[in-house]
């Protein structure tokens, strides 16, 4: 079972920066997929950008595109989304999940495993 911990996140104005980091307790991230999800009061959890194993494939949804990025050590079994720029509908629980197939997918029901979100709130 793997288990995911988010760190980071919190409040900032619009047009700030944000770091909210992923790490996995006992198991190397490296075989895993890994997508980041965020869920805003009343909507949907909706994906945000995933990254493969080795870190050659990547994606985003085109709300985030130029200013989030996804970034991973598997060395040090952690994943982190760096978010530049932010703006107030970036207002979210996000969350991290892994996926023990590859490629990475878009769609939350395909992850096994998921952290218990940190919330990242950006002001106007």
């Known amino acids: 079972q793997v288990q995911l911990v988010e760190s980071g996140g919190g409040l900032v104005q619009a047009g700030g920066s944000l770091s909210v980091s992923c790490a996995a307790s006992d198991y190397s991230l490296s075989r895993y997929a890994m997508g980041w999800f965020r869920q805003a009061p009343g909507k949907e959890r909706e994906f945000v950008g995933a990254i493969g194993g080795i870190s050659r494939w990547i994606d985003y949804r085109d709300s985030v595109k130029g200013r989030f990025t996804i970034s991973r050590d598997n060395s040090k079994n952690a994943l982190t989304l760096q978010m530049n720029n932010l703006k107030p509908e970036d207002t979210a629980v996000y969350y991290c999940?892994?996926?023990?197939?590859?490629?990475?997918?878009?769609?939350?029901?395909?992850?096994?495993?998921w952290g218990q979100g940190t919330q990242v709130t950006v002001s106007s």
């Open positions: 999940a892994a996926r023990n197939t590859y490629p990475p997918s878009r769609l939350a029901e395909d992850y096994e495993y």
